[in-house]
């Protein structure tokens, strides 16, 4: 993780600028002791204690239901001995690609704190850009660019052999799509399926301690990604210029998300 604070402005006016850039892409190039961070769990069979918590948090309605698990992605008790160890530790790798993303979020915001800025700090996390991805196929891969951009095909003794690289850098590793579907409980489908929730829905947290003050809050308002660059300049006081080097601008499309804070 990059992380870069500098003051902007002048005098009394200058503020801290911060630029970080943090990864959890499937499990991806991590250190060896972030790919420990996490036993294997069932989340794949478990995505019921998934909307359990998310009903007990009102981040769903309490009536809500689990979509059906489709009929192409087999069962958790459906799966081999082999089967069950090898997916439970790509899973176990991918989380601990969260936990390692997590953990420098967190070094971040202590930054912050101790530039004395937090309280007037603009918080936006957004969990992904698209819902999780099936793109592992329903084995996973050690090679997610390989298998499915390039038709490699992987069999499971050759999985297993590579069990212990997966996050290192002899791997490109992807978890099997019954995870992905676990993991957008409590929606339907998965990334490639753009028609449902599951595939194009996320959640956000938004902290902004001088001007949000119910702090653990909820939001039933719909928004999108193109409310994000308007909610920052009316947060930041800023016009966006009609001209910019001559060229006129088109209209910002999206709505500052401000009023809902």
């Not at 653990?216 to 080097?245: K, S």
Request: aromatic share 6%.
């Amino acid at each position: 993780m990059k992380l870069n604070i500098h003051a902007t402005g002048e005098g009394n006016a200058k503020k801290p600028e911060v630029q970080a850039a943090a990864k959890a892409r499937w499990g991806q190039g991590l250190a060896e002791d972030a790919t420990d961070a996490a036993p294997g769990r069932r989340i794949y069979a478990g995505h019921g204690h998934t909307l359990a918590r998310q009903i007990r948090l009102g981040v769903v309605p309490p009536d809500t239901k689990l979509t059906a698990r489709p009929e192409q992605i087999p069962a958790w008790d459906a799966l081999s001995a082999d089967q069950k160890r090898l997916y439970a530790r790509m899973m176990e790798v991918y989380a601990g690609a969260l936990s390692h993303a997590d953990y420098n979020i967190g070094r971040l915001l202590d930054a912050v704190e101790q530039s004395g800025q937090m309280d007037n700090t603009l918080v936006i996390f957004m969990m992904g850009d698209n819902g999780a991805s099936a793109e592992g196929t329903q084995q996973g891969t050690t090679n997610e660019v390989a298998t499915a951009a390039n038709g490699v095909t992987e069999s499971l003794p050759f999985l297993l052999s590579m069990i212990d690289e997966l996050g290192g850098p002899l791997t490109y590793n992807h978890y099997p799509v019954g995870w992905a579907h676990a993991m957008d409980t409590p929606m339907q489908w998965t990334k490639q399926i753009a028609s449902h929730l599951g595939g194009t829905r996320n959640g956000m947290v938004i902290s902004w301690a001088a001007r949000i003050k119910d702090k653990g809050g909820l939001r039933t308002q719909f928004c999108h990604v193109i409310d994000i660059v308007p909610t920052i300049y009316e947060a930041a006081g800023i016009t966006p210029p009609d001209m910019l080097d001559g060229v006129k601008q088109k209209p910002l499309d999206g709505t500052s998300l401000v009023y809902t804070f």
